[in-house]
């Protein structure tokens, strides 16, 4: 005696000659994977095609297939599947009520293994459509039968059933059916103890097609009160094209055909149908193609809105595969955290990795950054260096990461080894014009001077965008310089801008009609780069200045040689205007030279001027050629007295205004 098998599936076919061979295929023992023929049974129930399946189809196919001839037979198929099961011997009895459906390789394998997991497991694989789009849509752009095959036999699914998922489309019922909630599964498959609770299926669902009989099922099912959905990752049930009731109706039919269906359930249940989710999340088993894959994780990251929770949660952040922060500790590790993320959104990993290693070696409870580390961390789980191409942000980011941390050296050095890989980092160069001298940018000063010094009038050679042209206020008469300027901050003072170089603003004696006689208060030199022509331009401002006047030079403590090249290389560029300084303090004596040492190039401060004095001009070439071969070497260390340096403070550079009673 042949001991029964393990697995029945109940397959019911009506009228689908064509189709019927194909999934009966996909249900042999040549066709399914990891299971053997004497494992499994598989009977059809012919629900009284007018022409009667042909039974030499099954004597053809590897396994065991069983016939079923239901004559005269209802028009719906539940008592066939009623019938069905009642013929089935295995433990585990699948059904699927819609013939016309190819399965994939793995179906009974994972069905199987599915329904052993829990006693009342409901195995449930998705339902996909044959073709590109939904069939009902496909149909009136031309799908049809004939399209039909040549997609099924443009992928050779006999061979590799699984790369049916190339030419499929989800359907209705299972529209992001992962992590949604489902209606109906194609093939059900129920321990026969869970079958006996329900009862089997409700013969009550008389509709040609069964209405929605396997909604009703699947919905019955998630009820039981110990309901396990078993989802199978990647097999699937694929319909194939037909005139049947449901799948086989154009768009607008199946609105009446859902009225009508519903109509049915509603009077056989007593309420309207609803979608049922399971009560705790699903298990989910199987394999998963790439094509399947694809379709996962759209589902996962753009989930169709039809149901309540997405399912990364509400606040998943697809740039950077996580729900966002709560909290964080302080501002600092906030900031960190940011620095961490903002690498990761970037494709940084090792740079993100690094700065989230740093933060957590500080903050190791609740930094926020746990996620971030987790995520990226497996990425670069050996210790390699980071591609060439993205060496220079990862010292960037690392340094600024110490930086936020108060870090000075690592800071710097990191900064450094980013400038190594790529010599042009602006970023870097800030970096480390800020770690060298900390505290109030040059704006900040220009600003707290001007409001200080309350001037009449002022000349700024250089204004570029505006920015510092911006910080006057009235009532000061403002004159900008610039052959070049594109004004992009509002100003609020009169100004006058002259489009030329400051020679040609001298040599027209510009300033002296607007002045009015009066000497000049202000005078900001912020134009050429190069130290003879800064020097040209303090010549020139001297000379409209009065013993209260203040000329202020920007750029004057470089950062580091390549930075102060006469020809510039580096968007950070300072040149050589050092140089000025040094010829300020070596040929004028009687002048109060101080440098403040404010972020990123410092800013000189000249007082006691006297617009009479004529020394620079006189020995302007021989001043130039001095200092032109000048090194940078022959300040570097040494810019504090060189550059007569201040600290960063104003209550020092107040002081020193003060006594010249300037302010
Ligand atoms: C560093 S930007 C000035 C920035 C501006 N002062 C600020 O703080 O936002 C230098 C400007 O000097 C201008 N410049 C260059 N040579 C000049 C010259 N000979 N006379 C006047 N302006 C000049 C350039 O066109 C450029 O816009």
């Known amino acids: 005696m042949t001991r029964p098998p393990f697995l029945s599936v109940v397959v019911v076919v009506y009228n689908i000659a064509r189709e019927a061979p194909r999934t009966l295929y ?60 009642a013929a089935a011997r295995g433990e585990v009895i699948g059904m699927m009520i819609d013939g016309a459906r190819i399965a994939t390789p793995g179906l009974l394998h994972f069905a199987r293994h599915g329904a052993g997991l829990y006693d009342t497991a409901a195995v449930a694989t998705l339902g996909w459509y044959v073709g590109h789009d939904l069939q009902g849509w496909g149909a009136l752009a031309g799908y049809d039968q004939a399209r039909e095959d040549e997609l099924l036999a443009s992928v050779d699914w006999t061979r590799d059933g699984y790369r049916l998922f190339e030419i499929g489309t989800m359907d209705e019922s299972s529209v992001d059916g992962w992590f949604q909630a489902i209606s109906e599964s194609n093939a059900l498959f129920l321990r026969r103890e869970v079958w006996e609770a329900l009862g089997g299926v409700d013969e009550r669902f008389e509709l040609p097609g069964g209405g929605l009989v396997d909604l009703d099922t699947f919905r019955r099912v998630l009820e039981l009160p110990d309901a396990e959905l078993v989802i199978l990752l990647g097999e699937a049930t694929f319909h194939q094209w037909h005139s049947g009731t449901a799948t086989g109706a154009r768009p607008d039919q199946r609105r009446a055909n859902w009225y009508r269906s519903s109509s049915e359930y509603s009077a056989i249940r007593g309420y309207a149908y609803e979608r049922m989710w399971p009560r705790r999340a699903p298990t989910y088993i199987g394999t998963l193609t790439q094509a399947a894959l694809a379709r996962m ?94 060496r220079a942000d990862y010292h960037l980011a690392l340094a600024e990461a110490h930086q936020r941390l108060g870090e000075v050296e690592p800071a710097t050095m990191n900064y450094r080894a980013a400038l190594t890989f790529n010599s042009d980092l602006p970023l870097a160069h800030l970096g480390l014009a800020t770690l060298r001298m900390p505290g109030d940018g040059y704006l900040v000063w220009l600003e707290r001077l001007y409001r200080a010094l309350v001037p009449e009038s002022a000349i700024e050679i250089g204004v570029f965008q505006g920015a510092s042209l911006a910080l006057f206020r009235p009532p000061t008469l403002v004159i900008g310089v610039d052959p070049n300027a ?75 040689k390549p930075t102060q090249a006469r020809t510039r290389e580096t968007v950070f560029h300072s040149g050589d205007v050092w140089k000025t300084v040094l010829l300020l303090k070596q040929y004028r004596p009687d002048l109060d030279v101080f440098t403040i040492a404010t972020p990123p190039t410092g800013l000189t401060v000249v007082a006691g001027l006297d617009p009479a004095s004529r020394v620079l001009a006189a020995r302007y070439g021989e001043a130039v050629a001095t200092m032109l071969e000048m090194p940078f070497e022959s300040i570097e260390g040494r810019m504090d007295t060189m550059l007569n340096l201040v600290p960063n403070d104003w209550t020092a550079v107040r002081a020193r205004l003060e006594k010249h009673g300037i302010i």
């Not at 399914?32 to 598989?42: F, S, T």
């Not at 996962?300 to 809105?305: I, Q, R, S, Y």
């Not at 130290?531 to 303090?538: G, N, P, V, W, Y």
């Open 486 to 560: 594109t004004v992009l901050s509002p100003l609020s003072t009169e100004t006058h801008i002259f489009a030329e170089t400051s020679d040609q603003f001298f040599e027209q004696h510009r300033a002296e009609r607007l002045l009015g006689g009066r000497s000049l208060s202000i005078g900001f030199i912020d134009g050429l780069h190069l130290f003879e022509q800064a020097l040209k331009d303090f010549i020139g401002l001297e000379a409209l200045c009065g013993d209260r006047s203040v000329i202020i030079l920007h750029d004057t403590v470089p950062l580091d």
């Open 297 to 390: 994780v759209r589902a996962a990251m753009k989930p169709v809105h039809r149901h309540a929770v997405p399912p990364l949660g509400a606040d998943f952040d697809e740039e950077l595969w996580m729900t966002r922060p709560a909290r964080f500790p302080d501002e600092t590790t906030a900031r960190l955290v940011d620095l961490a993320r903002a690498e990761f959104r970037n494709g940084r990993f090792e740079a993100s990795c690094a700065v989230a290693r740093l933060i957590h070696a500080r903050v190791p409870h609740g930094s926020g950054i746990e996620a971030t580390l987790a995520l990226v961390a497996p990425t670069i789980a050996l210790p390699e260096d980071p591609p060439e191409s993205e």
């Open 26 to 85: 996909s249900l042999s023992a040549e066709y399914q994977r990891h299971i053997a023929a004497e494992d499994y049974e598989v009977i059809v129930v012919d629900n009284g095609s007018d022409v009667p399946l042909d039974p030499s189809l099954l004597a053809g196919l590897t396994g065991n297939f069983r016939l079923i001839r239901i004559d005269p037979a209802r028009p719906s198929p539940a008592q066939a599947i009623n019938q069905g099961i």
